[in-house]
């Protein structure tokens, strides 16, 4: 066996979609604003209290760091190059308590329509192709992966990926 | 007097339920090269727990996604990835 030290492992230079700090709206905002944008989208998903009629208490965020970052940095990417905007993105990690912001997305331009159309793709793309997990804790003290039940059924491919609908929709 | 195979060596991460299943995060394994993907998976299902693992999880080979067949080079880094679960 070789030694591990053998392998330099991808870190990520410095984050800058994911955190584990509390999400800075205002700074996201004032990361977009422009004289040239009359228009500025936002969406924040945020932790639920209830699942399939279950009460949640927390939820544990966890990410592959440096892919969860790429995948960000393309997703940003495309949206930018699709529509005239510019994309702010913020998704946590570490452990969140009800209420607590999980993922915001801010998108500005110049007019409602790319603003709500550009904002609406960054989230759906977030949710389909970044791999980040979550842990749900209910108050009954069981604790489950989302999505891990439907593993056994996987065909692999983000594409065909059954995403699930807990958390911050 | 046979030739001794060459080995490749890839460094794999599980995470998540993944981690959970297998009881490690990250591990090693020299795989007789030439290398796919798919025999990774093989070999790790051969751990105990990664009997559970699914037939095609979704694998990502130095942070993009990657189909079974891909070949792996030494000192790649594999990730399996359960269904993801983010926002």
Redesign the interface.
């Given at each position: 066996m070789t030694s591990l030290r053998s392998f330099r492992p991808f870190r990520v230079a410095e984050p800058v979609y994911l955190t584990a700090d509390v999400i800075d709206l205002g700074a996201l905002l004032a990361q977009v604003q422009s004289p040239r944008y009359g228009g500025i989208a936002s969406f924040l998903g945020s932790v639920r209290d209830h699942q399939d009629g279950r009460s949640v208490l927390r939820l544990e965020y966890s990410a592959y760091d440096p892919m969860a970052e790429a995948e960000c940095g393309r997703i940003v990417r495309e949206a930018q190059s699709q529509w005239d905007c510019v994309i702010a993105l913020k998704h946590r990690t570490g452990t969140l308590q009800i209420g607590d912001v999980a993922v915001a997305i801010v998108a500005a331009s110049a007019h409602r329509d790319e603003a709500f159309a550009a904002c609406r793709y960054v989230i759906e793309e977030v949710k389909r192709r970044v791999p980040i997990w979550k842990r749900e804790v209910f108050v009954d003290g069981t604790v489950e992966w989302v999505g891990a039940g439907t593993a056994g059924q996987q065909s692999g491919g983000a594409v065909e990926q059954a995403i699930s609908e807990h958390g911050a929709d | 007097m046979t030739a001794v195979a060459s080995t490749v060596?890839v460094?794999v991460?599980l995470?998540?339920?993944y981690a959970?299943l297998l009881g490690s995060d990250?591990l090693?394994l020299?795989l007789e090269s030439p290398a796919r993907v798919s025999d990774a998976l093989a070999r790790l299902r051969a751990f105990p727990g990664g009997a559970r693992?699914?037939?095609?999880?979704?694998?990502?080979l130095?942070?993009t996604?990657v189909?079974?067949d891909t070949l792996l080079g030494a000192?790649d880094?594999l990730?399996i990835?359960?269904?993801?679960?983010?926002?």
């Open positions: - | 060596t460094r991460l995470f998540a339920s959970e990250a090693e020299v693992l699914p037939a095609k999880p979704l694998c990502a130095n942070l996604q189909e079974p000192g880094e990730a990835l359960p269904p993801l679960s983010g926002g």
